[in-house]
């Protein structure tokens, strides 16, 4: 165990992301494809609706589907299971006393920060 005040700022922090959520009436949704947050899709064909039944059961994502053939096809939660969005990595920011990532060998703030 750590530094006692360091632990409880962090079991503060996450108490306190919890109810965040709760006092802004945000709840938490469940993960897409499963048994809580099923994936729901609407196709136009009986063809369709096999070969999208069948890549559902491929990759064992529980789902919904309805054969609607006066309906455009929607099949937005299958695509967003298939690709999912992947987070963004930042690059640390440059501190001021840091050598230059120029390649001078000066620090920083005495070379490109200025």
């Not at 929607?74 to 987070?87: A, G, H, S």
Request: with cysteine; charged share 35%; hydrophobic share 25%.
């Amino acid at each position: 165990m750590g530094n006692r005040i360091t632990d409880i700022g962090t079991l503060r922090s996450i108490v306190d992301g919890e109810n965040r959520l709760r006092a802004s009436g945000l709840k938490r949704t469940p993960k897409l494809g499963t048994e809580k947050n099923p994936a729901r899709v609407h196709v136009r064909t009986q063809k369709r609706f096999k070969e999208i039944t069948a890549r559902f059961q491929e990759k064992g994502w529980k789902f919904k589907i309805e054969l609607e053939p006066d309906k455009p096809e929607d099949i937005t939660d299958l695509e967003r299971l298939l690709n999912p969005v992947k987070p963004i990595k930042v690059e640390q920011k440059l501190g001021r006393n840091e050598p230059c990532s120029c390649g001078s060998g000066k620090k920083y703030k005495n070379c490109c920060g200025r």
